[in-house]
């Protein structure tokens, strides 16, 4: 899961994916960078820690870090939160790049749509609640495609 920070909407996707996949008995491992490194090392934003723990997920122990070309190698799927993340992913990844491993998130709910999950930085509270439906609508979708199968 990638956005800008790693800070406000990656952690809460990350956290979200995470807590359904271990719900359903699935042995994924979810992980949540930026593309830009201002947050590395910091705990995800009070108000996605307060709107996950409302909703039953901790993701405190998630600590900031910034997207890799490595990253592009390991992972079996990576999501992009908005169309610039995704861009910057391919940036980054540079002749690792693997579009089929790369979508938007958002896309897995409204196919071939190309939205973007809302940047939360200078947000409200209802904003964060607002994404955290959103997010977890698209998980839950991701859970369901993939349950079972091995995304290659
Ligand atoms: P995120 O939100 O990409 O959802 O983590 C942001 C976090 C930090 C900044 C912008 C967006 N920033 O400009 O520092």
New binding site residues.
């Given amino acids: 899961m990638v ?10 996707a990350e956290g979200i994916l995470q807590h359904k996949a271990n719900v359903a008995g699935l042995k994924w491992k979810i992980d949540s960078a ?3 490194n ?2 590395v090392g910091e705990m995800p ?1 009070h108000l ?1 820690q307060k709107v996950a723990l409302i909703n039953g997920i901790d993701i405190s122990y998630q600590r ?1 870090r910034q997207f890799c070309k490595e990253d592009m190698l390991e992972f079996d799927k990576i999501y992009a ?2 169309t610039t ?1 995704y861009a910057e992913i391919k940036r980054i990844s540079k002749d690792a790049f693997d579009e089929n491993k790369v979508d938007l998130l958002l896309n897995e709910l409204y196919p071939g749509k190309n939205l973007n ?1 809302p ?3 200078y947000g409200t509270e209802e904003g964060y609640h607002t994404v955290f439906a959103l997010l977890n609508d698209a998980c839950e979708k991701v859970i369901s495609k993939y349950a079972g199968t091995k995304i290659k």
């Fill in positions: 956005c800008l920070g790693n800070i406000c909407r990656s952690p809460l930026g593309t830009a201002y947050h934003h996605s900031g939160m908005d993340n999950v940047d939360l930085w």
